[in-house]
């Protein structure tokens, strides 16, 4: 029959359509749970994280701030130190003991005496004083004013045969300049008998002036441009050896011995060189350390005839 066949054939294409159409609405579901699953793409690993981007902060002046140490952990860079605190002034390498002499074995020895003689005395031999002097250059002991056997002024003129009397007329200005700059008033007019015999008017030949024997260059300020004024010149000569002692620690050796031209690492040659110049005797008397301490400030006369202190002379060569 042809009407059975026809309805046959219209029954078998709705029911192979509709398997189609479920097929079709199952592979949608898959591909949109596929497309749940998958992994973020480039570009939205890449875009902004909103989320965290928005969150608050707390104003900067509210914030705590961080250490020094986090932010050179943060930087890889060291944290800044704290300046290292200045060096302490060198411990003195000598003592006194109740002999009154100095003991110390810095340069071979002290090799001092309680008594004065010719090349030693109670502040030490003069190879010690002079220490370096003919092996790499000067480097002395220190030596502070604390360490000196001293004779004051006073107690210095009060003897007959004391070469301080010289000085006597310019006692108060040396006891007045000892006061202001704190140096023993024995020490300044000791300086004025080693470089003048304490003559005011003595002009060196290097063109030094007065008592002190104080350089051109000090005379700034003289009254009325005389820098051989007895109260100016042991002012003057005071003030600047105040100096070199604060410079040096207070080590009395370099401080004395800057005051007649030494310098630390100078040599026998050195000290000797001008002998050869028109300026013989701009010479560093090799002699000035052993005389000033263990003669002058001992009220012992360094140039008597008799008992003259020293090794070298070297000045004598100049007449």
């Not at 480097?139 to 360490?147: A, E």
């Not at 000035?288 to 002058?296: D, I, K, P, S």
Request: aromatic share 8%; hydrophobic share 35%.
């Amino acid at each position: 029959m042809k009407v059975p066949t026809i309805v046959l054939a219209l029954f078998l294409s709705a029911a192979t359509a509709n398997a189609s159409l479920n097929h079709a609405h199952a592979d949608i579901a898959a591909r949109h749970a596929s497309i749940a699953r998958r992994a973020p793409t480039s570009l939205e690993k890449r875009a902004p994280n909103t989320r965290s981007r928005r969150r608050c902060q707390a104003p900067a002046s509210n914030r705590a701030s961080p250490s020094p140490a986090n932010v050179a952990a943060a930087n890889n860079t060291p944290a800044p130190q704290a300046a290292a605190p200045a060096p302490a002034a060198p411990a003195p390498q000598t003592q006194w003991q109740t002999s009154g002499i100095v003991h110390s074995d810095y340069c071979g020895g002290a090799r001092a005496t309680p008594e004065t003689s010719r090349e030693t005395g109670p502040h030490g031999h003069i190879d010690f004083l002079n220490c370096g002097i003919h092996s790499g250059g000067w480097s002395p002991p220190y030596l502070g004013l604390g360490d000196l056997h001293i004779v004051p002024l006073g107690t210095a003129l009060q003897s007959g045969d004391s070469p301080f009397h010289a000085c006597a007329p310019f006692r108060g200005i040396f006891e007045a300049a000892a006061g202001e700059y704190g140096v023993p008033a024995i020490m300044l007019a000791s300086f004025a008998m080693q470089e003048s015999s304490c003559n005011p008017n003595t002009v060196g030949g290097g063109g030094e002036q007065g008592l002190m024997q104080i350089t051109q260059d000090k005379c700034g300020g003289a009254p009325n441009g005389d820098c051989r004024n007895p109260d100016f010149n042991i002012r003057a000569g005071a003030r600047y050896f105040a100096e070199r002692l604060a410079a040096h620690n207070g080590n009395v050796l370099l401080a004395l011995g800057q005051y007649n031209g030494w310098f630390p690492g100078m040599t026998f040659e050195r000290a000797t060189a001008a002998q050869y110049s028109a300026c013989c005797r701009c010479q560093n008397n090799l002699d000035y350390l052993h005389q000033f301490l263990n003669g002058w400030i001992r009220n012992i006369n360094s140039y008597n005839a008799n008992n003259r202190l020293g090794r070298y002379f070297n000045l004598d060569v100049c007449g």
